[in-house]
């Protein structure tokens, strides 16, 4: 490896293919919400089997589309996950309901005890976070909110191809024969497909897709290419408190290509995913991250856990260090409650999370993409274990010597 070549945490697999599917929209004359983004929604539609698909400018604006469409809304309570992106929680205050978080299993993923127990007279949903692309234990949080009468909401800005018991996450599960009431997916430029900005939401049920589609642009009757298509309609009403959230075709227009390499792109991610873990098999100072036999993970992260305990190191100096040799790193994710803005949820006694927050320490996430090189895998993983052999506690060097 070069000493001059530096390692990105990640970089978006972009070819002439999108740039051409780019440029035909831009030649077409029409830019913003139309064909394409139509296009793209029928087919991720049918790609995760779901009978509804609405394209949108965020994950996020997918996530409130949905809480709002479902009427959650003050004095209500909706139960997420601490180790998340700040955006899942705030979706939840955006339409003016309380955050709970439940604390997170020995997977990462929100623990279906830990949200029984946080469950009340005022809960309304559960928004479970399959972090990284492993999917959450989802029967168990299906069956829980079957038998409370909640809704289900999945954040699943990293699950694009990740599969659960056999079925893609975003559509009815065959074997489990549930689905949750929604999900939105993320297209933002680190994720499995990229539209750069931009988000899916998908749904079982008609009657919430439409009121999500129309509560996505200004709560209006008919989009402006739905009045095109009908060759000069020029009249719309105004029927709800509606958003700006809609996905221009300009970003459907990569996001079409995208879609169909995305299968490609996870076998890849998959496949380096496995020469780490066999790069760190014996490597003490960290443990490999978790995965799941009845799931397919997407591999959108790589994240390692550090034992600290045999590392005279913390996780920022080895960071540093790695950075050092040219490789690049994040962290997946600063836990909800460390956050200034949040500092009340984490104050309140239902909201504690011992388990995310003895966890998050030690979370260090590497580069893991299909733009890589397999040399440039095997490259990340040999600075990994250079670093953690040169940083070992002695008391580790001497035990094994001994």
């Given at each position: ?7 990105p ?7 002439q ?7 035909c929209?831009?030649r ?6 139309g064909p394409?983004a139509a296009?793209?929604?029928d087919?991720?539609?049918n790609?995760?089997?779901a ?8 994950c996020t ?5 949905a ?6 809304g003050p004095g209500d309570?909706?139960?997420t996950?601490p180790l998340?992106?700040?955006s899942?929680?705030?979706?939840i ?16 993923n929100?623990?279906p005890d830990?949200?029984a ?6 809960t309304r949903?559960i ?6 692309g492993?999917?959450c ?6 069956k ?14 990293h699950g ?5 018991q056999g079925s ?10 549930a689905r949750?009431d ?8 680190t994720?499995n ?9 998908t749904?079982?049920d008609?009657?919430?897709a ?8 200004h709560?209006i009757?008919t989009d402006?290419?739905g ?9 719309y009403?105004?029927?709800d408190r509606?958003f700006k959230?809609?996905?221009?075709d300009?970003?459907?227009?990569m ?15 998959r496949?380096y995913a496995g020469m780490?873990?066999?790069?760190f098999?014996?490597?003490?100072e960290t443990e490999?991250p ?6 397919r993970?997407?591999?959108h ?5 550090l034992n600290l305990?045999r590392l005279n190191?913390?996780r920022?100096?080895?960071i540093?260090?790695?950075?050092h040799r040219?490789?690049g790193t994040?962290v997946h ?5 460390l956050?200034p803005?949040?500092?009340?949820l984490a104050q309140?006694?239902?909201?504690q ?5 003895e966890?998050?320490?030690r979370?260090?996430s590497?580069?893991l ?10 490259y990340?993983?040999d ?6 052999r040169?940083?070992r ?10």
């Amino acid at each position: 490896m070069n000493e001059r070549s530096f390692i990105p945490y990640n970089l978006p697999a972009i070819g002439q293919e999108e740039i051409d599917e780019v440029t035909c929209v831009l030649r077409s004359g029409w830019v913003t919400t139309g064909p394409k983004a139509a296009q793209f929604e029928d087919e991720f539609r049918n790609y995760v089997g779901a009978k509804h698909a609405l394209a949108v400018n965020s994950c996020t604006a997918g996530l409130h589309l949905a809480l709002a469409a479902l009427g959650i809304g003050p004095g209500d309570e909706v139960i997420t996950t601490p180790l998340t992106f700040c955006s899942t929680v705030s979706t939840i205050l955006h339409v003016g309901a309380t955050p709970v978080l439940a604390d997170v299993g020995d997977d990462g993923n929100i623990d279906p005890d830990s949200i029984a127990r946080r469950i009340t007279d005022r809960t309304r949903a559960i928004v479970p976070v399959h972090l990284g692309g492993l999917p959450c234990r989802m029967a168990q949080i299906w069956k829980l909110a079957s038998e409370r009468g909640l809704f289900v909401v999945e954040d699943a800005a990293h699950g694009a191809g990740s599969h659960y018991q056999g079925s893609p996450l975003g559509g009815f599960n065959k074997v489990c024969r549930a689905r949750s009431d929604a999900a939105a997916f993320s297209f933002y430029a680190t994720k499995n497909m990229t539209t750069g900005e931009g988000g899916m939401v998908t749904s079982e049920d008609e009657e919430l897709a439409e009121r999500m589609r129309r509560l996505c642009l200004h709560g209006i009757s008919t989009d402006a290419w739905g009045r095109y298509a009908e060759r000069g309609n020029w009249y719309y009403e105004v029927l709800d408190r509606g958003f700006k959230y809609n996905m221009s075709d300009i970003q459907a227009a990569m996001g079409v290509v995208q879609l169909r390499r995305l299968e490609s792109f996870i076998e890849t991610r998959r496949r380096y995913a496995g020469m780490y873990n066999a790069a760190f098999a014996d490597v003490d100072e960290t443990e490999l991250p978790p995965n799941s036999d009845s799931c397919r993970h997407s591999w959108h992260l790589y994240a390692i856990r550090l034992n600290l305990d045999r590392l005279n190191i913390d996780r920022a100096e080895l960071i540093r260090q790695l950075r050092h040799r040219g490789v690049g790193t994040s962290v997946h994710f600063i836990p909800v409650p460390l956050h200034p803005f949040f500092a009340s949820l984490a104050q309140l006694p239902g909201n504690q999370c011992p388990r995310a927050m003895e966890l998050y320490p030690r979370l260090i996430s590497l580069p893991l993409y299909p733009a890589m090189t397999e040399e440039q895998v095997r490259y990340v993983g040999d600075a990994v274990k250079e670093v953690a052999r040169a940083n070992r506690k002695t008391r580790v060097m001497a035990a094994r010597a001994g």
